[in-house]
């Protein structure tokens, strides 16, 4: 499904994947665009195959592993399970308002999610997009958990809206913090990331999750140090926003 602002298409979003179930497959939207054409997502990159441009993704939802590859285990690291899940679309109750369900490797409905995605403009250089969603606990209790709830050390607190960036050098800060040292983990409300092409403003997010040094991540971190949880028959809302920008 192709995205589009004043006419000029800025984003694809694909919304029934054909992928391994190893990357727990999902929908996401990939390649997101500046409005000159400079593409400032990846997908499927070979350090890590399950990144899939912009997506909602956790590794650790009742223990079903929706991020892709492989699970970290307390005690273990990070170890191969046969725990992915899938999210799977289920049509949508009008235009830009999407109805999906986050199930575990039987199939088993773990949550029900209510997504919008719009798009607006901004400037001339640069356009918005949101993404919104309303995840409810249909039938139990769920814990979204993330590597660094599950014992990992080092802020990797990851999983939530994630922003798999293109390849290339480039810096982030969020106020007064610069660096991936300084945001990762941080409370700001807005990140910028900037490149030599492109600059990405985001919002939307208790904690941030940051990487640019193995790979470029941003994350709107929904379990950055302590488990979420969503009590059965109730649902947790959010919004992740970003505007787009070419660099002149």
Known sequence: MELTVGGVPVAEYVLTPTLDHTLSPRPYLHPVRTFGGVIITDAEPEDHRWHLGLSLAMQDVNGTNLWGGRTYVRGQGYTWLDDHGTITHEGFESPGVQRLSWRDSDGKVLLDERRTITTSLVDSRSWQLSLG???TAPGERVVLGSPATNGRPDGAGYGGCFLRLAPGPAHVTAGSLSGEAEVNGCSEPTVVWRSAQF???VTGADRWFVRTGIYPGLCAAWAFEEVR???????WAGQFSMVVSDVQ
């Open 133 to 135: 969603w309303e995840l």
């Open 229 to 235: 949880v969503i009590e059965a028959g109730q649902t």
């Open 199 to 201: 600059e990405v403003t």
